[in-house]
């Protein structure tokens, strides 16, 4: 049975709005009201943490493919590509629990005045070697505070249609206020409003449709084509904690 969610083939969440380009703040559906939460950017060292580790993953890669090998033993699983999602909304009917927490491959979103360019970068590029393509994803972490968006992440719903629904997305369409961490040192943590988008929804915006096209292309830039694009995730940065361990560490205090 096709669940309330959606609509002939598409899904349309509710709860959350993206906000108007250039807006500070995003409108959701929380805690029983709708209300408006002001938008925070990354401090400097979420910026300097994020874009050494990706570099040090494609120096990995540059690594394994001049020796040949592409030997996923040499990679780290920490770091921030792969985000940890904590979520709550009704239990999915194999489950007595709301409480869900998945990893989930995040990354940065290019501004709205950059979103074409970037585009327009990687369906140019797409069938390039796999040594220009980690070039291109490295000048683009190079000069991240330039490209990206520094109030709100990107991933995507990989395994939610129809007849099948991840628990993330079942909490997401009830609830779209979740807290995003990452397993490394230093470490964040994010509290975030999520907003749900599904390529084939007809009335999408200009910006949701070039957001959505950007995090698919940009995933099978990396991973290779995919036969289909999937709903995309848009995490707007509500509250920013630094939760890194050690004396010098934020033991997880709110800093912006």
Avoid at 79 to 99: Q, Y
Avoid at 106 to 125: W, Y
Avoid at 159 to 171: D, G, R
Wanted: net charge negative; with cysteine.
């Amino acid at each position: 049975m096709v669940s309330k969610y959606w609509q002939d083939t598409y899904c349309v969440q509710k709860v959350a709005k993206t906000p108007v380009v250039g807006s500070s703040s995003v409108e959701a559906f929380a805690d029983g009201n709708w209300s408006s939460f002001p938008l925070v950017g990354f401090p400097e060292a979420f910026w300097e943490w994020n874009r050494a580790r990706r570099g040090e993953y494609i120096s990995i890669f540059r690594e394994m493919l001049s020796k040949g090998s592409m030997d996923s033993r040499k990679l780290d699983l920490a770091g921030p590509h792969n985000a940890m999602v904590a979520t709550c909304g009704s239990p999915r009917d194999d489950s007595r629990f709301a409480l869900n927490n998945a990893v989930k491959g995040m990354g940065f979103l290019p501004k709205a005045e950059r979103l074409d360019d970037i585009i327009h970068t990687l369906q140019s590029n797409m069938d390039a070697s796999t040594a220009r393509r980690l070039d291109i994803l490295q000048e683009f972490y190079d000069n991240a505070e330039e490209i990206y968006a520094a109030d709100r992440l990107g991933s995507l719903e990989l395994y939610s249609e129809p007849l099948h629904e991840s628990q993330t997305f079942i909490n997401q369409m009830q609830n779209p206020a979740c807290a995003v961490v990452w397993l490394d040192v230093p470490t964040f943590k994010i509290k975030s409003i999520v907003r749900l988008l599904d390529p084939q929804d007809p009335n999408l915006t200009d910006y949701e449709r070039s957001v959505t096209q950007y995090i698919n292309l940009i995933h099978s830039f990396f991973h290779g084509k995919f036969p289909k694009d999937f709903i995309t995730s848009l995490y707007f940065n509500v509250e920013i904690y630094d939760s890194s361990p050690g004396q010098s560490g934020g033991k997880g205090m709110r800093i912006i």
